[in-house]
């Protein structure tokens, strides 16, 4: 009933931009924090950036510097701003997000389906 939808993955040449965006949709109580994933071809899945709902993020080393994510809380929508983009950022990028799916029960993890970004030297 929940879905991630991610959207903005394109072929773009080195040190080009791109903006990833991910929209939350379905039967959501709350949603305590979302987060951008990647995963390259024979490497395994890494943590590329996350925020809170309170709007801490936390990014990995790679992206510091370059990736801004941001968010709207009342829209549950998550947007990862890629600047200065390099070959080894190419990978399948998915959206995650911690949410409650009712009041009283657990958190529960979704996924979004990814967005290919390909990254051309």
């Known amino acids: 009933q929940v879905q991630l939808v991610e959207s903005g993955g394109d072929l773009v040449q080195a040190g080009g931009s791109l903006r990833l965006s991910c929209a939350a949709s379905g039967s959501i109580f709350s949603i305590n924090s979302m987060d951008w994933y990647r995963q390259a071809p024979g490497k395994q899945r890494e943590l590329v950036a996350l925020i809170t709902s309170g709007g801490t993020t936390n990014y990995a080393d790679s992206v510091k510097g370059r990736f801004t994510i941001s968010r709207d809380n009342a829209k549950n929508t998550v947007t990862l701003q890629m600047n200065s983009l390099k070959p080894e950022d190419t990978a399948v990028y998915y959206c995650?997000?911690?949410?409650?799916?009712?009041?009283?029960?657990?958190?529960?993890?979704?996924w979004g389906q990814g967005t290919q970004v390909t990254v051309s030297s």
């Open positions: 995650a997000a911690l949410l409650r799916l009712s009041a009283g029960r657990g958190l529960s993890r979704a």
